[in-house]
Structure formats: C-alpha cells, structure tokens
C-alpha cells in the first residue's frame, strides 16, 4: 500500500511546488472528479521543524481563485505568509514564504484553501493535505519507539470537483445539504476506503488524527481498545489521558497511542453516530431532530449509521512497549484583561437566503469585528444559540479551553477548533502572541463559513 508523499525540510528549509488542479480518480468502484495538490488525494504531507523558513511555490489551475491557509500554524497572518486575504486567480503563481518560531509546538497542523465564498467548493472538491511540525513531542523516548500514521479523514462526493456547477444554485436538497454542511458518499483515510495499519503485537501505534471534512463528524472508536490521547491541535498535552472514543468536528487533530496488547487479530476503527443538529431545519421544526430522521445527512445521507473507516492488524509479536508517564507541560495562562461573547447562530437574509452569523452579523471583508491587543491575554465565551453544531476556529494563535457550560476540561490542552455544541456555551482563553495583523476565527463547517460565519480580528 503506497503511502502518502511526504516533503520533509532539508537544512532549515522546507522548499517544494504545491500545484492545485482537477483529478479523476476512482474509489469504490466508481468514477470520481476531484480537486487535488501536485496530482494527489489528499496534498503531500509537509514536514518540518521549529526554526524552519517554509517556502512554498503555489500555482493555481482549478479554475476559479484560491489560495492556501497553514491550519494551526502560528506564524503571521500577513504578507506571503498565511494570509488568508491573498487571491490567487486560476493561472497564477505565488511564493508563500515564512519562517516557524523556534518555539513552535510539535504537532499535527494542515493546510487548505481559505478563500472567502469557494472555501467550502474547494475543500469539499479534495484540496487539504497536512502539515507536521517534528519537535520535542517526538523525542519522547516511548513516542519514538511507537509505529506512526498519519490519518486524513476526509469524505468525498463523485462531483465534487466539478466546481463550475455549484451547489448552491442547485436544487433543493442540494440547497439544504449545504445549509447543514455537505458530506459527501465516501469516507475515506488518506483518499483510501478503508486501509489497514499493522503493528507488532505488543507494540505501540500512534495515530495522528485529522479530520479534514468540510462538514462530517468523526466519532471514532477502536474496537476493544481504549485510546491514550497524548496531543491535540496545538501540541502534547502534559500526559496521557485514557479515553473510550473521540470526538473530532471539522479542522480538529488528535494524536493518540494505541497498545496492541489484546488477541492479535483484526480490530475495526470505527466512526460511530453522532448528533450534530440541523436536521429539522427543513421542516421548520427547531430543536434536537432525530437521527436518521426524514432529513437524514442530506440527499445521500448514509453517515447516520456506523461506519468503518479502517482496520488496525496485529503481526508478529515484539515486547510490549511501556506507554509514556509524562509528556510536554502545558502552560497555566494568566488571568485575562478582557471577556468577549460571541453569539453563533443563523438567520434569513433577504435577497441571499440563509446567511450564519456571529453576534447577529455576516462576515465582511470591509468590517473589522474584534480588535485585541498584542501581548495581551482575553477570554472569550462561545454561545451556541442555533440549532445545530459549530466547531469554532481561531487563526494565528492557540487558545486553552477553560470551561464547557461552566465546568473546567479534564485536562490542560492547547486548541484552534473547539466544538460549540448547539444550545451550549464554551470559554476559551487566548494569549496573542508574536504577531500582528488582520486574521480571522469562523466556523468549520465551511459551508457556514461560506455563508457568513466568520468574523475578521485585528491584532494590533
Ligand atoms: Cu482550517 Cu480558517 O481554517
Ligand atoms: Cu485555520
Ligand atoms: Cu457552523
């Protein structure tokens, strides 16, 4: 089974052509047209280390105006750098340049396209590739010995590159799929159905967990093993944490280790039901609607059930190898010098349908909505007024969740997407750090962001 490409920087530099363009490929079977970087299903995996001067040669021939955004990276949002305001019309080139801070986190981070309006097309088309930041975390002498694997999860539609046909000026259950956030027929791990990763019996496997859908939740679970989360998306966490399944909305990451340490066999990774909300918006009734339910997941809806995403294989037998006791401590973040409210929600706009909004607004590339200062430390109080789930995601800088309907989080982690689950509120708290400049936080579902859920933030 051929793994993904990986670019890994050479001598400080990470130096590589990034071409995005159409792809026909076949899965399952059937013929698919999808969006690609440099001719592949997911992007190549980038890799690099703290310190590192990242220079990307990016060329656009999909058509229609993209760019690329570095998810989680903390590096500027300005310049060539991961500026998401940049445009880069079909045809063109351009150099994104920048260097990592010596003290980035190691961790798993992604890059996609981030142009306001096609974001959701254009990744629900295929584009999205990581990005690994190799550091400390990997240095752990049990992470070491682990078997590692990256695993995009990404779900994709045999139209969905075909860009020109866009789904909103489609019928109606086009319209509404997309109201909701679009998933597409097939599910798959690494543009793979269903792959297998081996290990040693006894041995320790590490999965690096992306969930790069524009709109699919990924509930997952490990027949008969417990996962031992170790990172989330802006690095280790300070030890592992046993945990029974894992809950990953749109842009989330996670790394967990794996103890090969039942029967040797085949065990399933499975991404089980979950309720992300909306279903009932179509019928006019507001409120929890029922899973599988006469709206479903949208035309194609099959994700109600449970799905089975890959399989993990015991081989051999090597001695079982200890888990780590400690990883990398998480900093406790200073009391904030200001709380904010952001209020996440949806309403009718006339002449433009269904818009989603933050405090009651759609986003505006003229209108800057929240200004922060640099070196300072906020807080911000997430309310979910709506009906269905919102992942939340801050650029630029990585934030500490410090409560979910007012009780604290188990343990200490450094996020850039939390889930908003409908109907409840999460605080976060903020330190902006090193870099000045507009950036923005949204919505994940990226057919929300699309249609408004975004809100420009200046840092200044
Ligand atoms: Cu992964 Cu603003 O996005
Ligand atoms: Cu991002
Ligand atoms: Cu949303």
Redesign the pocket.
Known sequence: RPSPTVISSQGGLLDLDLEALSINTTLSGRQFRLLGYNDRIPGPVLQAKPGDTVRVRFTNRIGQPTNL?Y?GLHVPPTGNADN?FLKIPSGETLTYEFTLPENHPAGLFWY?P?YHGYVADQVFGGLAGVFIVRGELDEIPEIKAATEHVLLLKDYDPDAGRIGSRARTGMMGAHMAQMRGREGAVVTVNGEIQPTFNLPAGGLLRLRLLNASSSRFYRLSLEEHPFYLIATDGGAIPEPVELRELLLSP?ERAEVLVRGDREPGQYRLLNLPYDRGGMGMMGGMMGRGPRGGMMGRGPRGSANATETLATVTYHGQTDVLPLPKTLIPVETLPEPTQTRRFLLNHGMNPGRGMVFLINGRAFDHQRIDTTVGLNTVEEWELVNTGVMDHPF?L?TNHFQITSVNGTPPPYRAWKDTVLVPFGQSVRIRIPFRDFVGKT?Y?C?ILDHEDLGMMGMLAIQ
């Open positions: 955004h998810h998401v996609h981030h842009g995601h650029h923005v949204h994940h």
